[in-house]
């Protein structure tokens, strides 16, 4: 016994049951009569069962208890098939990209690359966060983003591309700060600015006192241009209202961080090497 299902038999079956007969039928599905009874026979044949009852004389049909029984199933299967030709028939739902940015680094030029890429991009649906380095490896490992920008010292770990980033000494433009102990502006723990901070004015052998903590870059720069305390701060990151310090002033220079891109633990989508390509490309 072959169970064949073919769509256009159990189309034909449903009509016939739902229009009592087969010259209705036959103009519903666009079939002449010899047609649908031929289909219903080999629908029949391939069932090994009688699915209809025919009344000659009034020319109407009616269900056996295995047609009953099919017709459930029969309708179920044709809305099925509609129902996927439909999604078929639309675009194809944009694949997503999940991207860690660091908490300082989501500038205007970023923001601008990436609605670039969204917008040259359409079947790519890009969703970006930002966070601290140390969180965006956490979010990483986790699978719950695919690429991440994160500030590191250089070389630490593999990477799908890295640019060198470089470090200043600020504080503010038109007040002189105490110098023991260095009242510093910085980043929450775990910031690598905040780190190399602390450890440089170890080692010069002064004393340091935390004067100022900020989630966000305005917030250190502000702080730095009232007054507040210094910060080692990004090159690109400051401010009119900030002063550079050297050597001659008590603080040396600091050798460049790094700003890598990276992938989590699992493999990349298409989408998602293709939003690396062009950051590789485009970031430095």
């Given at each position: 016994m072959s169970f064949g299902f073919d769509l256009d038999l159990l189309k034909t079956f449903a009509a016939v049951v739902d229009c009592g007969g087969f010259t209705k039928a036959a103009e519903r599905v666009h079939l002449t009569q010899s047609t649908v009874s031929q289909q219903i026979k080999k629908l029949e044949l391939n069932i090994g069962s009688a699915l209809l009852r025919r009344d000659k004389s009034s020319g109407t049909v009616e269900t056996t208890e295995a047609g009953e029984l099919l017709l459930s199933y029969a309708r179920r299967i044709l809305a099925t098939a509609a129902e996927a030709a439909e999604v078929m028939r639309k675009p194809f739902a944009p694949r997503t990209v999940r991207l860690g940015v660091p908490e300082d680094f989501a500038g205007r030029r970023l923001i601008d690359l990436l609605s670039g890429f969204s917008a040259a991009s359409p079947h790519i649906r890009l969703d970006t966060v930002s966070g601290w380095s140390t969180e965006l490896r956490r979010q990483l490992d986790a699978g719950e983003i695919d690429l991440a920008l994160i500030k590191r010292e250089p070389g630490n770990g593999q990477c799908l591309a890295s640019w060198k980033e470089k470090l200043v000494w600020v504080q503010c433009a038109t007040r002189s700060i105490e110098a023991d102990p260095v009242p510093l502006a910085v980043f929450p723990v775990g910031c690598i600015y905040r780190d190399r901070a602390i450890?440089?004015?170890?080692?010069?052998?002064?004393?340091?006192?935390?004067?100022?903590?900020?989630?966000?870059?305005?917030?250190?720069?502000?702080?730095?241009?009232?007054?507040?305390?210094?910060?080692?701060?990004?090159?690109?990151?400051?401010?009119?209202?900030?002063?550079?310090?050297?050597?001659?002033?008590?603080?040396?220079?600091?050798?460049?961080?790094e700003i890598a891109l990276v992938k989590g633990r699992a493999s990349l989508s298409k989408e998602a090497k293709s939003l690396g390509g062009f950051l590789a490309n485009n970031l430095g």
């Open positions: 450890r440089a004015i170890e080692q010069s052998g002064r004393r340091w006192r935390i004067a100022y903590t900020s989630q966000g870059l305005i917030g250190v720069q502000a702080a730095v241009a009232s007054g507040l305390g210094i910060s080692l701060l990004p090159s690109d990151a400051v401010l009119s209202e900030h002063r550079q310090l050297g050597p001659a002033d008590g603080f040396d220079d600091q050798p460049a961080s």
